[in-house]
């Protein structure tokens, strides 16, 4: 899509002398790299009355709800911060990107690019679901934000932006755990392997389950039970771990005693399926668009894990449900 074509963001001080302009508001980690954050701020000089203007690029943690930051009393945390001097202007600036060409042209002569390089180790934007009670407010949330403000500060404006996850393009094979129990009465057990083709999928993916059970006992397996489970550590400001069921599917299949299983089975965790689910983790949400379930973290070597503020892994569980007691086996996957 042509950059002339994109839709623009834009936001403006209250006496509209600085206004600052994206092309977009989400900015991918591809984990080797993030995408550059690339815009325009559009300054009227008659208004600055000699004073500086500068912009900065910040990733925040944030505890607590909307209403009690308006008294100051939510926590909040500025993980990295960047800033630079737009006006007048210093030094030179990097060639300009067609986003920001395209951009220029809105401003007119008014017009002063700005890049910013985002750290491949800082978080993707996360928040905890609130409850539907809860409508406009923040449980937890790991962000970023643009702001522009003039110096000394007296006119500001800001822009919330998104860093989100990319999957990586090498996916590996996707794990295998297996289990066997042994009940009274008898003295042989059933066996459960489960597994996936792979350690990822994308929102929305069908994910196969693979089944395998080998039912030695006179006993019969009468339903297969699968559940997702999402798990949220947030490590910033205390350690909390946080467990929520997001998918359970229950299928019908007899095994009789002294036979075999092999059979796939597809399920699809969605977060539509668990809107009302308070504390679940989702993808950075800009103000009421949709997102996704959280996507897993991604830890590379030497990353510092107290820097994410908010880590998230899933599990996928396979239960089996025998005629007088119950097989669990556990794998896990992103």
């Given at each position: 899509?042509?950059?002339?074509?994109?839709?623009?963001?834009?936001?403006?001080?209250?006496?509209?002398?600085?206004?600052?302009?994206?092309?977009?508001?989400?900015?991918?980690?591809?984990?080797?790299?993030?995408?550059?954050?690339?815009?325009?701020?559009?300054?009227?000089?008659?208004?600055?009355?000699?004073?500086?203007?500068?912009?900065?690029?910040?990733?925040?943690?944030?505890?607590?709800?909307?209403?009690?930051?308006?008294?100051?009393?939510?926590?909040?945390?500025?993980?990295?911060?960047?800033?630079?001097?737009?006006?007048?202007?210093?030094?030179?600036?990097?060639?300009?990107?067609?986003?920001?060409?395209?951009?220029?042209?809105?401003?007119?002569?008014?017009?002063?690019?700005?890049?910013?390089?985002?750290?491949?180790?800082?978080?993707?934007?996360?928040?905890?679901?609130?409850?539907?009670?809860?409508?406009?407010?923040?449980?937890?949330?790991?962000?970023?934000?643009?702001?522009?403000?003039?110096?000394?500060?007296?006119?500001?404006?800001?822009?919330?932006?998104?860093?989100?996850?990319?999957?990586?393009?090498?996916?590996?094979?996707?794990?295998?755990?297996?289990?066997?129990?042994?009940?009274?009465?008898?003295?042989?057990?059933?066996?459960?392997?489960?597994?996936?083709?792979?350690?990822?999928?994308?929102?929305?993916?069908?994910?196969?389950?693979?089944?395998?059970?080998?039912?030695?006992?006179?006993?019969?397996?009468?339903?297969?039970?699968?559940?997702?489970?999402?798990?949220?550590?947030?490590?910033?400001?205390?350690?909390?771990?946080?467990?929520?069921?997001?998918?359970?599917?229950?299928?019908?299949?007899?095994?009789?005693?002294?036979?075999?299983?092999?059979?796939?089975?597809?399920?699809?965790?969605?977060?539509?399926?668990?809107?009302?689910?308070?504390?679940?983790?989702?993808?950075g949400r800009l103000k009421d668009e949709d997102t996704n379930l959280a996507s897993t973290t991604i830890i590379?070597?030497?990353?510092?894990?107290?820097?994410?503020?908010?880590?998230?892994?899933?599990?996928?569980?396979?239960?089996?449900?025998?005629?007088?007691?119950?097989?669990?086996?556990?794998?896990?996957?992103?």
């Amino acid at each position: 899509l042509s950059p002339s074509l994109c839709r623009v963001y834009k936001k403006t001080s209250g006496n509209e002398s600085i206004a600052l302009y994206l092309g977009k508001r989400d900015f991918v980690d591809h984990v080797e790299s993030v995408d550059i954050v690339d815009g325009v701020i559009k300054v009227d000089p008659a208004e600055l009355e000699g004073r500086k203007v500068w912009v900065y690029l910040a990733c925040a943690f944030r505890y607590g709800s909307d209403d009690l930051d308006v008294i100051g009393l939510s926590f909040r945390k500025d993980i990295w911060v960047k800033r630079m001097q737009i006006y007048p202007v210093v030094g030179t600036n990097p060639a300009n990107t067609p986003m920001q060409e395209a951009l220029l042209k809105k401003c007119g002569d008014q017009g002063h690019p700005f890049t910013f390089t985002i750290d491949t180790n800082l978080p993707c934007s996360v928040g905890l679901q609130p409850a539907p009670e809860d409508a406009g407010k923040i449980i937890v949330y790991s962000d970023g934000f643009l702001a522009l403000f003039l110096s000394p500060v007296r006119d500001t404006c800001r822009l919330i932006i998104r860093k989100i996850q990319f999957a990586p393009g090498k996916v590996g094979a996707g794990p295998k755990a297996d289990i066997s129990k042994n009940f009274m009465m008898s003295d042989k057990p059933v066996h459960l392997e489960a597994s996936i083709e792979k350690e990822l999928y994308f929102h929305g993916d069908p994910i196969p389950v693979n089944v395998k059970i080998n039912n030695e006992t006179t006993k019969v397996v009468k339903k297969i039970k699968i559940t997702v489970e999402q798990t949220t550590e947030v490590l910033l400001y205390q350690s909390d771990k946080y467990s929520k069921t997001v998918l359970t599917e229950e299928f019908a299949e007899e095994i009789k005693g002294e036979s075999t299983l092999e059979k796939t089975f597809t399920v699809i965790p969605l977060l539509s399926n668990n809107k009302e689910k308070r504390g679940l983790a989702v993808d950075g949400r800009l103000k009421d668009e949709d997102t996704n379930l959280a996507s897993t973290t991604i830890i590379r070597p030497g990353m510092d894990k107290g820097m994410q503020g908010i880590m998230v892994s899933y599990k996928i569980k396979v239960n089996l449900l025998v005629s007088s007691g119950g097989l669990l086996g556990g794998l896990t996957a992103r």
